[in-house]
């Protein structure tokens, strides 16, 4: 046997295959069989070269321990996104389909140093406030009007009714959006992640958030955007805009993926059906083998550096692979001796997510709710008809079809204190007119019927 015999061979379909390109992380190829591109990009070592999009080149980490040294190394590996050097040279475009989530923003997650700190402990404090007795009320209320709204056809897509739309409703709430505003947040996430329009959603994001901020400046209540606008970093208006642009867009995305994968990990796995209970080992399961955000973290060398043999110049673009670097060799021997949660799902080092016991807390409520309500939900197609959203950053399903005996639909009980009110939401009215049949405008009447 001869070296060619043993060299890798690319995952079938892909483009890269025999040409000596970069390996595409776009497409429904690589959406199909994640796996499979990673056991191939492992052979490159430790990082390999990809492409997040036509023309859009970056060194994906697919290693755990290097990884980890690019993550806690703010000196060598930075955040700012103006570093991006083919971005600077025209080479990647304000109008790629990947620019939204890498293109710089004035927030925690692009600053270093000083300008970091003080931003991220803004938001982490202010997330800190929120108690976890409202969350449960009010993630299970948005759930209950959520079910009532498909309950009694027997069927439902748990993906567009149930996972899509519950962190946008919590999210909403925790950030003490009223209606109008609220319809608005949920057009722009909801356009900016699935890429329908992306560059319109964006702007009406921002635009939402702008009028959020004015209103909490003339009427500040007890949400995080309050918190957050009384911290003592004493963030200006731009700062305040750039910050819950981040949290409500980062949170939302990822938390409905997981919420997604989930339900697909409990739905698909017979042993979680005949032992029953295992909500949160499913959710531990889902972040090893199948996180939300498989493939982020975006930062560039300061000047050329090695990392782990491999060659970066400064300003390339440098992203970790969480669902690589979790499933690879290095981390099969750590889990198999119970260090269940010693995964990167949640990120490393001082960017890591700031917000992941809400949204664990969330998704396992969420995920208890319906169950309680709808306890013989089932997939209602075969396992391998599903299929997952093509793009770099994201794994997500594109449709969860289940079926389950219908049940009546009915009335949420009025609002417990901590929870949403309909009476704190409809006050704190914005100069701008609500758009008839929002989401949240449908929820918040639904509250007072």
């Not at 003339?218 to 918190?227: A, R």
């Not at 305040?240 to 995305?253: C, S």
């Not at 796995?269 to 949160?280: K, Q």
């Not at 319906?370 to 299929?387: I, K, Q, Y």
Request: hydrophobic content about 40%; proline content about 7%.
């Amino acid at each position: 046997m001869n070296a060619h015999d043993t060299a890798p061979v690319p995952p079938p379909g892909c483009p890269a295959h025999g040409s000596g390109a970069r390996v595409p992380l776009h497409g429904p190829e690589f959406a199909a069989h994640p796996q499979a591109y990673y056991e191939y990009l492992r052979h490159y070592g430790a990082a390999a070269p990809v492409e997040l999009a036509p023309g859009v080149e970056a060194t994906l980490v697919t290693d755990y321990a290097a990884a980890l040294q690019l993550l806690q190394d703010s000196g060598s590996f930075r955040k700012d996104a103006r570093r991006w050097r083919a971005f600077n040279e025209g080479k990647v475009g304000p109008d790629s389909p990947v620019a939204p989530l890498l293109a710089y923003r004035s927030n925690c997650m692009f600053a270093d140093g000083a300008d970091h700190i003080r931003l991220r402990q803004a938001v982490t404090d202010s997330m800190a406030r929120v108690d976890t007795r409202r969350l449960s009320r009010s993630t299970e209320q948005i759930s209950r009007y959520l079910i009532s709204q498909f309950g009694s056809r027997g069927s439902a897509d748990l993906l567009g009714d149930y996972a899509k739309q519950l962190p946008l409703f919590v999210f909403n709430e925790l950030f003490g959006c009223p209606a109008d505003i609220g319809d608005r947040v949920l057009f722009g996430i909801s356009g900016m992640f699935d890429g329908v329009n992306a560059e319109k959603a964006t702007a009406v994001l921002f635009q939402a958030v702008e009028e959020l901020v004015a209103l909490k400046r003339n009427k500040p209540g007890e949400d995080v955007t309050s918190w957050l606008m009384r911290h003592e970093a004493q963030l200006g208006d731009e700062e305040m805009v750039h910050q819950l642009a981040l949290l409500l867009g980062a949170g939302a995305e990822p938390l409905r993926n997981l919420i997604g994968n989930t339900l697909h990990r409990l739905l698909t796995h017979e042993r979680y059906a005949r032992e029953g209970g295992l909500i949160d080992e499913a959710l531990d399961d889902t972040l090893w083998e199948n996180p939300p955000m498989s493939n982020y973290a975006p930062h560039y060398p300061a000047a050329d550096t090695e990392l782990a043999g491999q060659q970066l110049q400064a300003g390339d673009l440098v992203l970790v692979s969480f669902a690589a670097a979790n499933t690879g060799p290095a981390l099969k021997a750590a889990r198999q001796a119970g260090s269940n949660r010693a995964h990167l799902a949640w990120s490393a080092g001082p960017h890591a997510c700031p917000s992941k016991e809400p949204a664990r807390h969330i998704t396992v409520t969420a995920i208890e709710h319906l169950f309680n309500e709808l306890p013989d939900v089932r997939l209602a197609v075969p396992e391998d008809s599903l299929t997952w959203r093509p793009g770099p950053f994201n794994r997500a399903l594109a449709t969860l079809p289940a079926r389950f005996t219908p049940v009546r639909s009915g009335r949420a009980a009025d609002a417990q204190p901590g929870a949403v009110t309909a009476e704190r939401q409809t006050t704190e009215s914005s100069a701008r007119p609500a758009e008839r049949g929002g989401m949240w405008s449908q929820f918040l009447n639904w509250l007072t019927r």
